[in-house]
């Protein structure tokens, strides 16, 4: 075997005849089928037992509080409130609309 092709070192914690066995397949590998290699063999590696999800609680009031002249910090609390709905997946009519003053 061409000593370009020897991905696994001979110190390798396996028998020479699987380590050359190793070599053929991942020396021959594309970078791209190495990494899909390296990430399934991390993967396979984790016993983690599935968990259940935390159960849903309730939703707590956010105030997006504001002063402005110009009106750039309204316009800016209003991108960020309307942003806070979309990742939230809030309805804009379930809420209380602002109070001036």
């Known amino acids: 075997m061409p ?3 020897s991905i696994i070192p001979k110190s390798a ?3 020479e005849d699987e380590i050359d066995l190793l070599n053929r397949v ?3 590998a594309s ?3 190495r990494a899909w ?3 399934f063999l991390a993967g396979a590696t984790q016993h983690v037992p599935p968990q259940s999800a935390a159960p849903a ?3 707590e009031p956010l105030t997006i509080v504001f002063a402005s002249e110009s009106g750039n910090c309204e316009r800016l609390a209003g991108a960020r409130g309307h942003r806070i709905e979309v990742i939230a997946g809030v309805d ?5 609309e602002g109070v001036e003053g």
């Open 92 to 96: 804009r009519n379930d809420l209380i």
């Open 13 to 15: 914690p396996f028998p």
């Open 31 to 33: 970078p791209t089928q």
């Open 3 to 5: 000593a370009s092709l």
């Open 26 to 28: 991942v020396g021959s």
């Open 57 to 59: 609680r309730p939703a």
């Open 37 to 39: 290699l390296a990430g």
